[in-house]
């Protein structure tokens, strides 16, 4: 069994900052790739930064100069920096991470329950 427990969403102005946390416990007996993403009502979820075993970054496009993703190996965590958040940044945010459970070590994806972001203009 593996939880992700996600924190650090919220309420913030348009140019503010907010930080994610996802942080993995449970059977791991190691963790690949990890990363987040993205859905706004209406629309279909969508990558905004991914992390790989060695740090290697991804970033969506528009996210770009604006938003760090993090990881924290020993904490088996997570993290997204969001600087200079917009409107249309509101969204509900997931981590999803690449885990290799034990005892039988079976690769499998997981994903958080997820955590809202509003940006007021």
């Known amino acids: 069994q593996v939880q992700l427990v996600e924190s650090g969403g919220g309420l913030v102005q348009a140019g503010g900052s907010l930080r994610l946390s996802c942080v993995a416990s449970?059977?791991?007996?190691?963790?690949?790739?990890m990363g987040w993403y993205r859905q706004a009502p209406g629309k279909q979820r969508e990558l905004v930064a991914s992390i790989a075993g060695g740090g290697a970054t991804n970033y969506a496009d528009s996210m770009k100069g604006r938003f760090t993703i993090s990881r924290d190996t020993a904490k088996n965590a997570v993290y997204l920096q969001m600087n200079s958040l917009k409107p249309e940044d509101t969204a509900l945010y997931y981590c999803?991470?690449?885990?290799?459970?034990?005892?039988?070590?079976?690769?499998?994806?997981?994903w958080g329950q997820g955590t809202q972001v509003t940006v007021s203009s």
């Open positions: 449970g059977s791991i007996f190691s963790i690949n790739d």
């Open positions: 999803k991470v690449v885990i290799t459970t034990t005892p039988r070590l079976i690769r499998e994806v997981y």
